[in-house]
């Protein structure tokens, strides 16, 4: 397994695809499969079967998965999307920012 640059709640910003240039928050990362769950990115139609919980049944609009590859970390002091550094702070691995150099959280 490798590590991956991104993190739950991490803000991103997807490089392509249909919803190019959109931002938000990550729900989700799917570790085996390389992919994440983006709140607002890659909006998809799924019917469900009546159930106890939706009783009425239908179309319900959620999020799918989007790879990996295909998002970039936000910069939090610059807002911009920026490539991610691991290092290796005693024990604790440390992520930082390669346009500013800030240490994310």
Do not use: C, W
């Not at 709640?9 to 989700?28: E, F, P, R």
């Not at 139609?45 to 970390?73: D, Y």
């Amino acid at each position: 397994m490798s590590k991956l640059h991104i993190r739950k709640n991490d803000t991103v910003v997807v490089l392509s695809g249909g919803d190019k240039g959109k931002t938000g928050k990550v729900l989700k990362v799917l570790v085996e499969k390389n992919r994440a769950i983006v709140e607002g990115v890659n909006i998809v139609s799924k019917s469900m079967k009546p159930s106890a919980k939706n009783p009425q049944g239908g179309f319900v609009k959620q999020e799918a998965s989007i790879h990996i590859s295909n998002l970039s970390l936000i910069d939090p002091k610059s807002g911009k999307p920026t490539r991610v550094a691991i290092k290796h702070e005693g024990k604790n691995v440390v992520r930082i920012s390669k346009k500013s150099g800030e240490v994310i959280k």
